[in-house]
């Protein structure tokens, strides 16, 4: 016996009965999920919310960061202040909006989704769901360029070089097939 695969790609026509239980089971898993999410006890809120440039109060001071201290994420107001040229474009871009698209198709609450939605999922201080860190939706800065703590502490440090493979992570064959990284750096660059 010898097995295969068949992916299914846009070749072949979806039966609408079969998709309909796959689109039910979606939004029955998702509102599972959302449930838990809206139940939990409120723990360490993983974001210190939208803080105002170039140093919120909130970042530690270089003196109480260790190397087990997980800095906060700062979300994309963070940047504004001296990167307003790149805050313009991310405004206007589909990163910014990136969440929607997951509640258009009820999907906000599937970690297999989110990942690929917010900022800092499944890292310390990152995104848990939109409930308990509403502040870390959308692909905002620190998802492509990492953690802004330490460069808002110390602008000069080298911060934020992001490689196209980067881009790969998320823009994958089957999430993004129209995927063309230079075609879609047009729309982003900054």
């Not at 010898?2 to 796959?22: A, E």
């Not at 139940?39 to 939208?50: H, N």
């Not at 939605?117 to 620190?142: D, K, M, R």
């Amino acid at each position: 016996m010898r097995g295969t695969h068949v992916w299914l790609t846009r070749r072949y026509p979806s039966d609408p009965r079969l998709q309909g239980l796959i689109d039910a089971t979606i939004a029955r898993v998702n509102e599972a999920n959302r449930r838990l999410a809206v139940s939990a006890p409120p723990g360490p809120v993983a974001a210190v919310g939208d803080v105002p440039s170039p140093r919120p109060p909130e970042v530690p001071a270089a003196s109480d960061t260790g190397p087990t201290t997980h800095k906060p994420f700062l979300t994309s107001s963070a940047c504004q202040g001296c990167h307003m040229d790149a805050t313009t474009v991310y405004g206007g871009s589909a990163h910014a909006r990136a969440f929607d698209t997951l509640r258009q198709a009820r999907q906000e609450y599937n970690p297999e989704c989110v990942s690929c939605h917010v900022t800092g999922f499944n890292e310390p201080l990152g995104f848990v769901n939109a409930h308990q860190t509403p502040s870390l939706i959308n692909v905002q800065c620190e998802a492509c360029h990492g953690n802004a703590a330490e460069h808002v502490r110390d602008p000069q440090k080298p911060f934020g070089s992001v490689p196209p493979r980067r881009c790969f992570a998320c823009h994958t064959k089957e999430n993004s097939p129209d995927f063309i990284f230079y075609k879609y750096w047009q729309q982003i660059k900054h």
